[in-house]
């Protein structure tokens, strides 16, 4: 554990009704540090970081964010963060403006609302009722909510989920640019390019458990190498016969293609066209890919991300 | 303190303009009070403008009982629709949730006050204005501790409907056994002996007597605490029921705790069975309206 880290999550647990939520999860952001909690829908990511926005209380363990008990800390504690919730919600007939102001009026420190509205993209929406936003325009001004305050923490849950492509990388542009002002920001997510991207460090969670921690960089070395060999091929083949090729450390089968994870990729290759060459099969498209977060989440778990 | 202050203030200001965006509120809260204005007059028009004070005070009273209602039920749609988490990581309190929740109902209701005012002096030629100051304070507690009633339903209530349907079997008993409908002295005696438990009764009869008898604040005194601790008592017990999350559930308890609410009235009602003139004096406003006048009548 770091000291004097600006979050600090010890050995959370959480579990609602039959299900354990939580199941002992730690670790530590630094100050200005981008972290990412990566895994899929209902490892306990939402619950973790809503322990951390004082939304709830864990069942044991302990968090503090800028040295500070999200539960006893009061009005201090939500000076200091800012949020966007997985799903935010504004009545209907509140206008993008008036969020803004009213939001802004529960802090002594506070961001102008024609600032925020600028650098959102909001500006003209100002007098749009939340109802008429796209998805995409809500979940900034979601974004600009967490602002409003200057927090010094900023946790955002799933801030793409739903969102298409374009509207996604402008969510990145934004998160980059809170990187520059050295905010400590904890986003969750289960695409795997927003943590690889976004990222200084990863948790990689499942089951309530945090499973693998580190940089992205990082986490892909200590995947033990593995370089995943994507085959596709004219005919079928059985499963067996290509686990067994020099170097292979596992087959998987994903709808026409056939996944060889190596240790020893150019061995593994040359034996694999042999072995097609005997079995009088052609190959139609071969890559190698440099594992991804992906493929450490499906080493680690066994399952894809998006199951 | 003053944060605290601040913050409701901003919520209010907030609260009411999405009142005013909504057509049901305003419905509710403006055109239905002055539908029932218009219908009494028509009912009561042979009678002259000397009946204009009796049916006025109904009409207060009924516009004051809507504060039931009121935004109570804004926040249990906030607490469905996950609105009011985003309020719980900000510093906003419960308090000054509830709290807003009293002042922009009664800064709405205001206004509709003023207009049946004027419309029963310029339209229907009301002479006096009754007891003013009377009629003021019966307004701004009767909305206040109605209001809160209202939140007390919504702190126990887990959703919308559940909250739609209490609301509405409290709202009938209100409406018809408290004399803001049927005149108290015209309800079966049984009915009567209910009636003055409710404080929805206190406030037609404290309205009637101001408007009529010009009865001063002191004479209305017990009246007026009731009222004063029923509202009390909603608004601590509703705030220490509030709930942010849409899944957390009421506890068995709770209900409990909002029966307190009643207390006051429990008591205000035991004293009126045994030696109370609430009945005497809906009698003696009734009459005011000088010829008899029966249940047919109002039927048809």
Known sequence: ML????????????RYGDVEALRGVSFAVNEGEVF??????????????????GLRTPDSGSVSVCGLDPQTSGA??????????QATALPDKMRVHEALDLF????????GTQELLGRFGLEEKRNAFYSQLSGGQKQRLAL?????NDPRVVFLDEPTAGLDPQVRREIYDIVEELKKEKKTILITTHYIEEAEKLCDRVAIVDHGKVIALGTPRELKQRSGAVTRITVRMAKPETNGALSSLEGVTECRVEADDYLLYSTRVPRTIVALVKHLEEKNNELVSLEISAPSLEDIFLELTGRRLRD | ????????????MSRMRLAMRNRAFLFFSLIMPLAFLFGYAELFRRFGPEAVPYLLAMVLALTVMGSFWGLSVQLVTFR?????????????????????????NYLLTLPTIAIEFYISRSVFHMAGLGNVLSVFILVTIGTVTFASLGLIVASVTNTMQETQIINQIIWFVFLFISGATIPFPMLPAMVQKVAVFLP????????QRAMIDHTTLTSLGSYLASLVGCALIAFIVSAQLFRWEPESKAPRRAKLWAAAAVVPFLLLGAWETVNGDLRSHAMKNLQAIREPYSLERIEH
């Open chain 1, 144 to 148: 600009a909510m967490a602002l409003v």
């Open chain 2, 1 to 12: 303190m003053s944060r605290v202050w601040s913050h409701t203030w901003a919520l209010t």
């Open chain 2, 80 to 104: 469905e629709q996950g609105i009011l988490r985003r309020f719980r990581v900000t510093p906003v309190g419960a308090s000054a949730m509830l709290g807003s929740s009293l002042i922009s």
């Open chain 1, 3 to 14: 000291i004097g880290a600006t979050i600090e999550v010890n050995n959370l647990t959480k």
């Open chain 1, 36 to 53: 990412g909690l990566l895994g899929p829908n209902g490892a306990g990511k939402t619950s973790t970081v809503e322990i951390l926005e």
């Open chain 1, 76 to 85: 201090e504690f939500k000076y200091a963060i800012g949020a966007a919730l």
């Open chain 2, 200 to 207: 929805a009764t206190y406030l037609v009869s404290g309205l």
């Open chain 1, 104 to 111: 802004g009026s529960f802090y002594p420190k506070r961001r």
